[in-house]
Antibody, heavy 118, light 106 residues
Framework: EVQLVESGGGLVRPGGSLRLSCAAS????????MSWVRQAPGKGLEWVAN????????DHVDSVKGRFTVSRDNAKNSLFLQMDSLRAEDTAVYYC???????????WGQGTLLTVSS | DIQMTQSPSAVSASVGDRVTITCRAS??????LAWYQQKPGKAPKLLIS???SLESGVPSRFSGSGSGTDFTLTISSLQPEDSATYYC?????????FGQGTKLEI
């Protein structure tokens, strides 16, 4: 059974940093693109970042470029999102998701809530 | 970035009705279009990928069609459990982008 379990969310002050983790199991992690998607309270979905199976290629949405970095550890079946210089507008539930055969995000974690507030 | 525009933003329908949600991309996306269903407090669930490929386990009353810039999600006979918000997503150009969502009330 495919499982994605996020952790690391919490309350952070503006300008602070946090690292989200996503533990994957039940599939060959090193064979799949992985993504982070966020959802601000009461709002829609926003794609944040993704990373190639071998980690050699990654991309981020413009609003987080230079502040967030996606990475992965295939030996530990784990995906990460390092978030620096956090802003109030980064407050959201952050989901990790697996990219499937036809580029849809076919498995999602339960999400972890990040709140940026003073 | 590619803009994805969904319509309507909200729709109310009855059990057994047929409902269509549309998604328009600001430029052609080579059919790399996915549809998701999200219920309150839950993660999104992938329904359809590559515009018309139904995911395993998704009821056959859901279908997707379209090409180029215009796509539709159709639910042929609404069930009470279909009450949710539906999102489209393009995965042809980086960054991936989502539509703003369509809230379906049964």
């Amino acid at each position: 059974e495919v499982q994605l379990v996020e952790s690391g969310g919490g309350l952070v002050r503006p300008g602070g940093s946090l690292r989200l983790s996503c533990a994957a199991s039940g599939f060959t992690f090193s064979s799949h693109w992985m993504s982070w998607v966020r959802q601000a309270p009461g709002k829609g979905l926003e794609w944040v970042a993704n990373i190639k199976p071998d980690g050699s290629q990654r991309d981020h949405v413009d609003s987080v470029k230079g502040r967030f970095t996606v990475s992965r550890d295939n030996a530990k079946n784990s995906l990460f999102l390092q978030m620096d210089s956090l802003r109030a507008e980064d407050t959201a539930v952050y989901y990790c998701a697996r990219t499937g055969t036809y580029r849809g995000l076919d498995y999602w974690g339960q999400g972890t809530l990040l709140t940026v507030s003073s | 970035d590619i803009q994805m525009t969904q319509s309507p933003s909200a729709v109310s329908a009855s059990v057994g009705d047929r409902v269509t949600i549309t998604c328009r991309a600001s430029q052609g996306i080579n059919n790399w279009l996915a549809w998701y269903q999200q219920k309150p407090g839950k993660a999104p669930k992938l329904l359809i990928s590559a515009a018309s490929s139904l995911e395993s386990g998704v009821p056959s009353r859901f279908s997707g069609s379209g090409s180029g810039t215009d796509f539709t999600l159709t639910i042929s006979s609404l069930q009470p459990e279909d009450s949710a918000t539906y999102y489209c997503q393009q995965a042809n150009f980086s960054p991936d982008t989502f539509g703003q969502g369509t809230k379906l009330e049964i």
